[in-house]
């Protein structure tokens, strides 16, 4: 007797439909192919924003971050502005001493003062205060000496008879006793003997200087003549030999004229000292005109 629950066990599997396993078919003639279902496609994703601009809002949205921003460029630019007056002055201050330095036929060394900045006294062609100093080993023939320069209110214009205007200029020079005794040999010939000579020496309370040679001393006054300096005799010692003053003053005059005349813009002597160790005197100018380049060529660079 068999179980009626249980389960056939002679029963075979399924066959398959024939639908299910025939390929499809085609359509019939005349009628057009079925196109297969588009793929569906995501919609669009929103594009993520720039990262630069993203940036950009973050940092504006950063109270900080704008107050470096700002500190950065504001350094950029004080680094530019100090670079350029730098180099502006050290252009400026060679151009000046070259100037001053073919004017004395010595090395000179010039500087501008710190205020107002260079570049805005370039900008409007007004320079304030320039200090000038040469080396001292000369002013022309004029061995030993030396001149500090002050020059104020330099107006840069360029007109048909100067290159610009200066509204003071003074000038404080000071002649060595061992110049001086190497210019008065070079330059003071004496009536029938040449240069002869051999030793200067000064004497500060009477305001004298002495020139000696081998016949004889001469002994004269520094003074302030024809905007210039001059030697006035007050003494004449000579040995063998008789040498009117007459005579020798010009000579003398000669020998200052040539050191101490014709400086350009009216530079003329105000004050002549003697000192233990020398001369000193002082020049100035006011309200000049600078020579073009024409006139003198020292001035052809500014």
Not at 247 to 274: C, E, K, R, W
Request: glycine share 6%; proline share 10%; net charge negative.
């Amino acid at each position: 007797m068999t179980d009626p629950w249980a389960r056939p066990t002679d029963q075979s599997p399924p066959v398959p439909s024939e639908s299910a396993s025939e390929p499809p078919q085609a359509p019939p003639p005349g009628y057009p192919a079925t196109p297969p279902p588009a793929a569906s496609t995501p919609p669009d994703a929103p594009k993520p924003p720039s990262s630069a601009a993203s940036k950009i809002k973050n940092l504006l949205s950063d109270p900080l971050s704008i107050v470096l921003v700002v500190v950065i460029v504001l350094a950029l630019v004080a680094a530019g502005l100090l670079g350029g007056e730098l180099y502006a002055r050290k252009r400026a201050d060679s151009i000046v001493a070259g100037v001053v330095a073919c004017v004395v036929q010595d090395d000179a060394k010039a500087s501008f003062d710190p205020l107002p900045p260079f570049l805005w006294q370039h900008a409007t062609g007004h320079y304030t205060n320039i200090n000038i100093e040469t080396a001292g080993n000369q002013i022309r023939e004029a061995k030993g000496m030396k001149v500090v320069l002050g020059i104020k209110d330099v107006q840069i214009q360029d007109t048909a008879d100067s290159s610009g205007t200066v509204g003071s200029l003074t000038a404080d020079i000071t002649w060595s006793l061992d110049g001086l005794r190497q210019t008065a040999a070079n330059m003071v010939q004496l009536p029938f003997i040449g240069s002869a000579i051999t030793d200067v020496s000064t004497n500060a309370a009477a305001g004298t200087v002495q020139l000696k040679s081998m016949l004889g001393t001469i002994t004269a006054k520094p003074i302030v003549a024809n905007k210039g300096i001059a030697l006035q005799i007050t003494e004449l010692n000579a040995i063998g030999l008789s040498w009117p003053r007459e005579m020798i003053q010009p000579i003398l005059d000669s020998f200052t004229s040539q050191l101490t005349d014709n400086y350009p813009m009216g530079i003329h002597a105000d004050s002549v000292q003697v000192t233990d160790n020398g001369v000193k005197a002082q020049y100035s100018t006011q309200n000049a005109s600078m020579p073009k380049a024409s006139e003198d060529p020292c001035f052809a660079k500014l």
